[in-house]
């Protein structure tokens, strides 16, 4: 027999205390991403009512070959940015976790660019820096390098905003340190008594005890890398020859600079299910490689 859940006071606090997030989900989050559902079969200009045409936008998709375009160069940019904003996050980590003089004060420098890596004037600096007589290239110049057309060719120019978001490893590093810094240190003193170098201390004690924050910035970044924007828009345009035109940008402006809010919106879900089916594969194929220690050891 199933019992009536009885309301006190306390029960009334903790709703009062979760519904501005439960309101700012509902409004900002669940009815945009239905509205976009219901949109995505209908030709909507958002200056006349939807006019609903079933799968035709879907249908349309691919046979777009600037939609197909498009997804090719963010994927192309997700299988560059994430990897290295990774590594290079925990290799950092891996530095600062060392009992060195005033690492305080290095943590603190090295956590900034990811509070400064989204402003815009951020996105201008390194635009600039990255021009044909930026800063890069005069140091190339210094030490006897040929001068590099960063945003003359589509491969260079994609290559300065994965940069620029790897740049911004400040969040994932603050992760990996206090995931470093919860591995016991008897493993170290047990594998010193065998031999074992700091390398494969790395590879066999310090990466497998690691895995679930692995996991945990591995996902976080598929999902923010598959969103980027504002790097292209900003630093690129889009250019050389759509050759940084990801596929939020596409999405942006088919919505706010060709109106076909329909088209868009049957855009954004399938990116919606590309970053599910991604993320549903990693959950997936985390139980061979995740390693949780406090169940014993168990996948």
């Not at 599910?276 to 168990?298: A, C, H, L, P, R």
């Amino acid at each position: 027999m199933n019992k009536k859940v009885k309301f006190n006071k306390k029960n009334y606090v903790g709703l009062l205390y979760v519904t501005p997030w439960l309101i700012g989900f509902l409004v900002f989050t669940l009815y945009p991403i239905l509205a976009a559902l219901y949109l995505s079969f209908t030709d909507y200009s958002l200056m006349s009512a939807p006019n609903f045409v079933g799968l035709d936008n879907f249908i349309k998709l691919f046979s777009d070959k600037g939609f197909l375009k498009a997804f090719g160069i963010t994927a192309k940019y997700v299988i560059w940015e994430v990897p290295l904003k990774l590594i290079f996050s925990l290799f950092v980590a891996f530095i600062l976790n060392m009992n060195i003089k005033g690492i305080n004060f290095f943590r603190t420098a090295y956590y900034i660019p990811s509070i400064l890596g989204s402003n815009v004037a951020i996105a201008i600096l390194w635009k600039f820096l990255f021009a044909t007589d930026g800063l890069v290239n005069q140091v190339f110049g210094i030490v006897g390098m040929e001068p590099i057309s960063w945003f003359g060719q589509a491969t260079p120019a994609l290559f300065t905003i994965v940069l620029l978001r790897v740049w911004e490893f400040g969040s994932t590093m603050v992760i990996f340190l206090s995931a470093l810094k919860e591995v016991p240190a008897e493993l170290y003193e047990a594998a010193s008594v065998d031999g074992s170098t700091g390398i494969r201390n790395f590879f066999t004690i310090t990466i497998p005890m690691i895995t679930p924050i692995i996991f945990f910035n591995f996902i976080m970044q598929l999902v923010h890398a598959f969103q980027e924007f504002n790097g292209p828009y900003l630093i690129t345009g889009g250019d050389p020859m759509k050759g940084t035109y990801l596929l939020p940008m596409l999405i942006y402006d088919n919505t706010f600079k060709y109106f076909n809010m329909g088209y868009a919106s049957a855009m954004s879900w399938v990116l919606f299910l590309v970053v599910m089916i991604f993320t549903m594969m990693t959950f997936k194929s985390s139980k061979y490689w995740v390693y949780y220690s406090d169940n014993g050891g168990e996948e």
